[in-house]
């Protein structure tokens, strides 16, 4: 059964950073894109980050500039390093991997919650 444990979220002013960690476990990570998602309350999930298993990054328009995706097959863990965080990434931020119909785990983690100040 694969797991998604997310971690590194918090507090931090406008302006600042913080960066993101997801481990995975229960599947063969490294042959998996992973993406980092985030719902804000009220709003449906959305995707604003993916790496695929080659390396190849995107970013959904809103954050591009701001935060880098990575990740680390021999640790099964992916990563997003956010800079210059604004108000509106305020959100519970999640880990999967993006698939064309959706998303390749069903089970989402519990996420980790990112509250920027202003």
């Known amino acids: 059964q694969v797991q998604l444990v997310e971690s590194g979220g918090g507090l931090v002013q406008s302006g600042g950073s913080l960066r993101l960690s997801c481990a995975v476990s229960g599947t063969i990570f490294s042959i998996y894109a992973m993406g980092w998602y985030r719902q804000a309350p009220g709003k449906q999930r959305e995707e604003v980050a993916r790496?695929?298993?080659?390396?190849?990054?995107n970013y959904t328009d809103s954050v591009k500039g701001r935060f880098t995706i990575s990740r680390d097959n021999r640790k099964r863990m992916v990563y997003l390093q956010m800079d210059s965080l604004k108000a509106e990434d305020t959100a519970v931020y999640y880990c999967?991997?993006?698939?064309?119909?959706?998303?390749?785990?069903?089970?989402w983690g519990q996420g980790t919650q990112v509250t920027v100040s202003s």
């Open positions: 790496i695929t298993r080659g390396g190849t990054t």
């Open positions: 999967n991997s993006p698939t064309v119909a959706g998303v390749a785990f069903a089970s």
